[in-house]
C-alpha cells in the first residue's frame, strides 16, 4: 500500500488574492505540493511548500511536465504520446471521462507520473481504482477555498487497505518490558487505530483509547501501540520500529473496513509496563503481537473491538497480512522467518 500524492492548484483565478487564499486554504489543510502561475513564487514565504510553475502549460520547478486537458481523441492520442517523454502529466478531462485515464496509467506503465485534477470525493475515490492501481496521485483543483477540505478529508480516506479477520491461539502474561503509546495531533474513532506487530507480514489493528471505560477517561488522539521492537506500518508503506519514531513523523491511521488517513505525532512515550503477547493463526502459521497488560488497550475486531484483558482462544481480531519480508522497512521478496 502507498498513500497517492495530493497536490492542489493555486493558479487558476486571475486576482492575485483569489490564488494566495486558495493556496493557504490548501496549506491548511495539509497540501505542501500547488501548482503556481510564474511570478507566484512569493508565495513559499506562507509556509513549507513545493512551488510546481505552470508557464503555458509546461511544469517547472521540483519536476518537469505538462498540463494536458483531454476532451477528444486528438487530444487524447497527443497524451499518450507524451507518456515516458516527461517526468509528469496533470491532466484534466473536462466531464471526467475515465477511459482516457485507463489508456494513460496502461501506456506510462509507471514511466510518467498521471495526476488527475479532480474537484470532488466522487471524482477522487474514483482515480483510487481506475485499472485497479489508480492514478499516481492527485491534483485539487477547485476555485472555493471552502471546498478543499471536503475534497481532501476523502482523498486521504480513497487509499484502503485489506484487512483479514485470525482466530486468536492464546493471549499470555510475559515480562515488564518498554511499550510505546504513540499521542497524534488528530482524534482518532472507535474502529480506528494502526497497524503493529512482531512480524511484518502480520500487522494487527490496535484501536485508538478512544472509547471511555469506568476507570479512564478516552484519549482518541492515543495509540497504546505496544512494545518498542514492534513494527509499525507508515503512510508510504514502509514500516518502521516503534522505538524509531519521534513527534512530527506522519503515521498511519486505519479503520476497520480498511480506510486509511495521514495524522502527524505529537509526543511518542516509552514506559516500563507488565505485557502480554497474543498469538493467532492463518492457513497454518502463526503470528504475534506484544501489548500492554491494560484494559484501554484493545484489538479491533468484524464487529467492534476487545480488550487484551478479555481476549481468549477462539476470539477473532483484524489483521493487515502481507508476504515476503523487510530490510530497512521496505518489502523485499524473499523468504524471511520471523518467530
Request: hydrophobic content about 35%.
Amino acid at each position: 500500500m502507498k498513500m497517492k500524492e495530493v497536490w492542489m492548484r493555486a493558479d487558476a483565478p486571475d486576482n492575485d488574492g483569489k490564488r494566495k487564499k486558495l493556496l493557504i486554504s490548501g496549506l491548511e489543510s495539509g497540501i505542501s505540493t500547488f501548482i503556481v502561475r510564474p511570478g507566484d513564487e512569493k508565495f513559499s514565504s506562507l509556509g513549507k511548500v513545493d512551488l510546481i510553475v505552470n508557464k503555458d502549460g509546461i511544469l517547472s520547478g521540483n519536476v518537469s511536465g505538462k498540463m494536458v486537458n483531454i476532451s477528444s481523441p486528438g487530444d487524447q492520442n497527443k497524451a499518450m504520446d507524451l507518456c515516458g517523454k516527461v517526468d509528469v502529466m496533470v491532466v484534466t478531462t473536462g466531464d471526467w471521462s475515465v477511459i482516457p485515464f485507463e489508456n494513460l496509467i496502461a501506456r506510462s506503465a509507471g514511466k510518467t507520473k498521471i495526476m488527475a485534477c479532480v474537484s470532488s470525493s466522487d471524482d477522487a475515490k474514483l482515480c483510487e481504482n481506475i485499472l485497479e492501481k489508480g492514478t499516481d496521485g492527485i491534483v485539487i483543483d477547485v476555485n472555493d477555498p471552502g471546498k478543499v477540505k471536503d475534497v481532501l478529508s476523502d482523498v486521504k480516506r480513497t487509499a484502503g487497505l485489506d484487512l483479514t479477520s485470525v482466530k486468536v491461539v492464546s493471549v499470555k502474561n510475559i515480562q515488564t518490558g518498554d511499550r510505546v503509546c504513540i499521542d497524534t495531533c488528530s482524534t482518532m474513532i472507535p474502529g480506528e487505530g494502526m497497524l503493529i506487530g512482531s512480524q511484518s507480514s502480520c500487522l494487527f489493528l490496535v484501536q485508538s483509547e478512544s472509547e471511555e471505560n469506568g476507570y479512564v477517561a478516552a484519549r482518541p488522539f492515543r495509540v497504546n501501540a505496544g512494545a518498542v521492537h514492534a513494527y509499525i506500518m507508515m503512510p508510504d508503506g514502509k514500516t518502521r520500529y516503534l522505538s524509531e519514531l519521534r513527534a512530527g513523523d506522519d503515521v498511519l491511521l486505519v479503520g476497520r473496513k480498511g480506510e486509511t488517513k495521514v495524522a502527524s505525532i505529537g509526543r511518542c512515550k516509552a514506559e516500563l509496563r507488565p505485557m502480554l503477547i497474543v498469538t493467532v493463526s492463518h492457513q497454518g502459521g502463526e503470528f504475534t503481537t506484544i501489548l500492554q497488560n491494560a484494559e484501554t488497550v484493545k484489538l479491533v475486531t468484524p464487529k467492534g473491538s476487545v480488550s487484551v484483558n478479555e481476549l481468549k482462544k477462539g476470539d477473532e481480531v483484524l489483521v493487515h497480512l502481507t508476504g515476503g519480508g523487510r530490510h530497512f522497512g521496505m518489502p523485499v521478496d524473499e523468504k524471511i522467518r520471523e518467530l
